[in-house]
């Protein structure tokens, strides 16, 4: 099958997301998809506040002067944003977007808060819908118009090398929720045609789907001065002169949904990160005339002695266990506890890991040992399985040959690197190469230039 295929597929039959509301790039997020979202979200929160980040609520209006006010900025957006022109049925004297992103407003109120070098840094982030009228090809999740789950972090500081540590800080703080969440990545510096709109440069975090093309799944921007200039964030410094703040903002979205689904998911559905799942373990008691009573109890026994510790469901659903093992796969549940009398009278337990689709049984004793054990074993082996897919889709190049580029890019597809050298570095090598440059890249110690198909 197809990816895309499967993938629209899999949205579906796992109860992820509806695509069939009538705007599009816009969609549903069901209750089973939602709690992925929302133990993802937890995480990259987690590594946020722990890094000393706050997070805050920005209103989702723009007014036109303060988005237009940087002219970089709105040059790469005004094809992009939604407006607001009428309060009902009155025209508004000012139009209002739909923010695409939320420097500009947040910009405007950091002017506010910053006086002395002492109110710096600033570290905030929020989680919010962003909407963009994407001309590109929209699809669930990857490219949406209503991007409903954006995570956008902004950080102000007054020095030059304070901001250029926050870009660090920020590149490590992703490494780490990617790598929780077993996502590969490669990152690269943007080329300067590429990078976000007003930055000085943009870092970005790029992940293959199972199809070959890439997915920019992250970006880290410094924004230099630009933005502090044009909104008058000035401080005074210790030395009693005034500066701009030295501004960063980094983002990820809907698309580490789209990821976890894409990169560790298999012909027969859903491979969940035990750490999102939102059932860990799902109990299947296997009921036998006669001793209905027994197994239920014992399934309700389990349960309540797993419950505290690991989200479990059981499933007692009037129907055949066939369909319900079936149902539990495609959702991507991480293990399965089939009860069944036999079990019952040797003190066994049958679990069923879904990564391997291995059965085995344990010593009723050791059932939670066991478990944890299995979970994290369980997400070792999807992270090592999709690092090694990752880098088998990586070809390195000695030199620029592109003819071979396109071949490798049309059949193989994945990432080519070729040695980095400044006087190819340049937009027209992607007219060349009829590919996109993600940019420069370090990979086992040497700099490249990577050439991708991308989403
Ligand atoms: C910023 N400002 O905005 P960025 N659908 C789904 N995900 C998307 C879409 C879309 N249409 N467009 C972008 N993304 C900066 C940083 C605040 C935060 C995802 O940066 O425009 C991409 O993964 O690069 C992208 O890397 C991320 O949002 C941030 O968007």
Not at 117 to 142: A, C, G, M, S, W
Request: overall charge negative; some cysteine.
């Amino acid at each position: 099958m197809e990816f895309s295929e499967w993938y629209s597929d899999i949205l579906e039959k796992a109860e992820i997301y509806d695509v069939r509301y009538p705007i599009k790039g816009c969609g549903v997020y069901l209750p089973y998809g939602f709690k992925i979202r929302r133990y993802t979200f937890e995480i990259i929160r987690n590594l946020l506040d722990e890094s000393g980040h706050d997070e805050a609520l920005f209103p989702m209006l723009i007014p036109e002067d303060l988005l237009a006010k940087e002219g970089e900025h709105i040059k790469g957006f005004e094809d992009e944003v939604y407006w607001v022109t009428h309060g009902g049925k009155t025209p508004l004297d000012v139009k209002l977007a739909l923010r695409p992103t939320s420097e500009t407003s947040i910009y405007y109120m950091m002017k506010l808060w910053v006086k002395v070098h002492t109110d710096l840094p600033i570290k905030i982030y929020q989680i919010v819908n962003t909407f963009r009228y994407e001309t590109k090809h929209t699809r669930p999740l990857i490219r949406l118009r209503e991007i409903m789950t954006f995570k956008e972090a902004h950080t102000a500081h007054s020095t030059k090398e304070e901001a250029e540590k926050q870009v660090k800080e920020a590149i490590s703080i992703y490494k780490k929720f990617f790598d929780t969440l077993g996502i590969p990545y490669l990152i690269s510096k943007r080329p300067e045609w590429d990078k976000f709109p007003g930055a000085e440069y943009t870092m970005a975090f790029d992940t293959i789907f199972p199809d070959g093309r890439t997915m920019q799944i992250a970006t880290v921007h410094n924004l230099g001065q630009n933005f502090s200039k044009t909104f008058e964030i000035i401080f005074e410094t210790p030395t009693g002169d005034k500066d701009y703040a030295y501004q960063t903002c980094y983002g990820i979205s809907d698309r580490v949904i789209a990821s976890i689904i894409a990169i560790h998911g298999d012909e027969k559905g859903l491979v969940l990160p035990p750490i999102v799942a939102p059932i860990q373990i799902v109990i299947v008691p296997l009921i036998f005339k006669g001793k209905e009573k027994e197994v239920n109890e014992k399934a309700k026994e389990l349960y309540e002695k797993l419950k505290g510790k690991f989200r479990v469901h059981i499933d007692d659903r009037d129907i055949r266990p066939g369909r319900k093992f079936n149902d539990w796969e495609i959702k991507g549940v991480p293990l399965r506890i089939e009860v069944g009398p036999k079990d019952i009278e040797n003190k066994k337990i049958t679990l069923f890991r879904r990564d391997t689709m291995e059965k085995f049984q344990v010593d009723e004793t050791q059932l939670e040992e066991v478990i944890e054990k299995t979970l994290n074993n369980i997400m070792e082996n999807i992270k090592n399985r999709a690092w090694e897919k990752f880098e088998n889709f990586i070809t390195v190049l000695e030199d620029i040959n592109p003819d071979e580029i396109k071949k490798i890019l049309s059949e193989k597809r994945g990432v080519i690197l070729i040695p980095f050298k400044e006087e190819i570095y340049n937009e027209e090598l992607e007219e060349k190469v009829e590919a996109t440059i993600l940019g420069e890249t370090e990979y086992k110690g040497n700099k490249y230039i990577a050439i991708a198909k991308t989403y």
